[in-house]
């Protein structure tokens, strides 16, 4: 099988869609080596059947705002692949979202949820909808119209959707309300619920939770730890919050967050109080990060990302491709050794293998962010057998996976004393459905 052969194929029905194009790419250039050597993966075109989605789902959502105007936009739900389990994978709520978006990162979904040991399939889904200025009412009649379309494809043993960019824990509540009151039925068909109503503990910290636990893995398997660490992080919601939070716990120095507006910089380091300042900002009063400029030890710089400040350790939790090229040689130049990716393809194809070609600790998102689906996962679990687990046993388990992750990732990865940790987690992630889609015959 032939990387460009393979790759020709997808680009003439997709050639619109270039983040899919991408993700695919990054996953067929570590994976068909493997189906090389087990050409019964070949004979069952296993490869060609992961990338194209069992079903795509696509449909109006009218809604109606405070002053009784009238708005459409577009939903969607794309159910990638259900080999190993209910397809799982969030919603995502921002005026960049169109179908090629989506399809990416239901495609990386199938991989990560794999990799997490969990029954869980691949999906993702959205809207071009934009929470940003809307008031909390008009953000409910969205999310009311979104699901009276969406509740029909979806369930606890199907497809279970979760939270992304801009859908947080007041959307969730709002969609999931809806799906309560159609269905008439108190299930697990969605993640991400509040702790009070069915909700897991550790669910809004687990994304940003486990890429640290992850990067502490990577270090620990070449003899370092992360206390004394250097870190950029991006993004201040709520990937960035968590990662953060549990940097400072652990003793790392945060220097950085940011998001559309700019970068805050500490050149001490964030304190708590800080990142509490932050987290209130945006979580309670939907700021910018700009508007903390004036607090005491924090630099704003407008309209520029993290990545031209030295440091150890970089952890992108904010949107895919937010790392070029010429911030991949920016970091490697100033002497970064890690970087553990919170979003999802936050690196472009060139900087993603100048930082494999470094041979530095680079975890993709697929391992180092599959911490959030991980406790989603958890989540099903105690809703189906209706109980809940203590903050200790949640986390626990959590930290047992992301080491899992990371071993499954030595597995395939190992390079000598080095581990590809793209190569472990493309490999690794793609075997078990692989062998599950074998399993079914041809379907
Ligand atoms: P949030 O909406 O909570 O936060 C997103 C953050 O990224 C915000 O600070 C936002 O800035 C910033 N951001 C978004 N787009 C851009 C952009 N184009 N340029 C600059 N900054 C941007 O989302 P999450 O934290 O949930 O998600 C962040 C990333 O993590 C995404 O890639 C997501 O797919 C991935 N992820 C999330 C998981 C989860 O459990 N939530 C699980 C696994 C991966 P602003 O505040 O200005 O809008």
Redesign the pocket.
């Known amino acids: 099988m032939q990387l460009d052969t393979f790759m020709a194929g997808l680009e003439r029905r997709n050639h619109s869609q270039p983040e899919f194009l991408q993700a695919v790419r990054e996953v067929a250039e570590k994976v068909i080596p493997y189906i090389n050597a087990h050409p019964e993966y070949e004979e069952a075109r296993v490869l060609e059947r992961l990338a194209e989605p069992d079903r795509v789902l696509m449909f109006r959502v009218t809604w109606e705002d405070d002053e009784g105007g009238i708005h459409v936009n577009r939903g969607y739900r794309v159910q990638q692949s259900n080999a190993i389990g209910p397809y799982k994978g969030?919603l995502?709520f921002?005026p960049?979202v169109n179908l090629g978006i989506l399809k990416f990162?239901a495609f990386e979904q199938v991989f990560k949820n794999s990799l997490t040991t969990l029954p869980m399939g691949g999906g993702k889904g959205g809207s071009d909808f934009d929470p940003?200025g809307k008031s909390d009412r008009e953000v409910m009649r969205f999310c009311q119209a979104f699901m009276t379309e969406l509740q029909r494809h979806i369930g606890k043993d199907t497809d279970v959707p979760?939270?992304?960019?801009?859908?947080?824990g007041r959307e969730i509540g709002y969609l999931f309300g809806q799906y309560k009151r159609l269905r008439n039925a108190f299930t697990g068909a969605m993640t991400?619920k509040g702790a009070k109503w069915g909700g897991s503990l550790i669910r809004p910290e687990?994304?940003g939770y486990g890429s640290v636990y992850f990067a502490r893995e990577m270090l620990a398997h070449r003899g370092e730890e992360i206390a004394g660490k250097r870190c950029l992080v991006?993004?201040?919601?709520?990937?960035?919050?968590f990662t953060a939070e549990k940097l400072l716990e652990l003793g790392a120095t945060v220097l950085t967050l940011?998001?559309?507006?700019g970068t805050i910089h500490a050149p001490d380091g964030l304190t708590r109080d800080d990142l509490s300042a932050a987290m209130d900002l945006?979580n309670n009063r939907r700021g910018?990060?700009e508007e903390l400029a004036d607090r005491d030890g924090l630099e704003f710089h407008e309209g520029i990302?993290p990545w031209g400040i030295e440091c150890d350790a970089a952890f992108p939790?904010?949107?895919?491709n937010?790392i070029q090229d010429v911030d991949a040689k920016t970091l490697l130049d100033n002497g970064c050794t890690v970087v553990c990716e919170?979003?999802?393809?936050?690196s472009s194809p060139d900087a993603a293998h100048r930082f494999e070609q470094a041979g530095i600790m680079y975890g993709p998102?697929k391992a180092a962010?599959?911490g959030?689906?991980a406790i989603s996962g958890l989540e099903m679990t105690q809703n189906s057998m209706r109980i809940s687990w203590s903050r200790e046993e949640v986390d626990q388990r959590l930290q047992s996976i992301m080491q899992s992750i990371h071993a499954t990732c030595v597995e395939y990865g190992s390079d000598g004393d080095r581990v590809n940790y793209v190569q472990g987690a493309n490999v690794g992630g793609f075997v078990k459905v692989a062998d599950a889609l074998m399993a079914y015959g041809t379907m």
């Open positions: 969030g995502r921002d960049s990162l940003k979760a939270g992304d960019i801009g859908v947080g991400g687990a994304t991006s993004g201040s919601g709520n990937v960035a919050q940011s998001d559309r507006s945006k910018n990060l990302k939790s904010a949107t895919q937010e919170g979003a999802n393809m936050p998102g962010n599959a959030g689906v």
